[in-house]
């Protein structure tokens, strides 16, 4: 099951993530998600674990705990919707629709 954890620490780290969840089972993979400019923690997580009665009783147990002094949220993670197509010309600045279309 992959689980959603938010309002984590910006010092939380992947394996501190990990350790968080290790006592209640499995603990295939744990990310911290970052910013991609600052590489600084966005506040949020992913954690996922196999086995879905341990995944149910970490997230009932976890869910408004406080690590590291604040009140984390945890629950199953929704899968990720479908973005529609962008047809704008691609985010080009020189598109079709650019307003120096005609300029030169």
């Not at 995944?55 to 993670?77: M, P």
Request: no cysteine; aromatic share 10%; charged share 30%.
């Amino acid at each position: 099951m992959n689980i959603y954890v938010s309002n984590l620490s910006f010092n939380v780290q992947d394996e501190d993530l990990r350790e968080f969840f290790a006592p209640y089972g499995e603990v295939t993979s744990a990310k911290v998600i970052m910013d991609k400019m600052t590489n600084q923690s966005r506040g949020f997580g992913f954690i996922e674990m196999p086995d879905e009665a341990a995944s149910k009783k970490a997230i009932a147990e976890l869910d408004g705990a406080t690590v590291e002094n604040r009140t984390i949220k945890v629950n199953e993670a929704r899968p990720k919707e479908a973005r529609p197509a962008r047809n704008d010309g691609g985010g080009n600045f020189n598109n079709a629709n650019s307003y120096n279309k005609n300029r030169y």
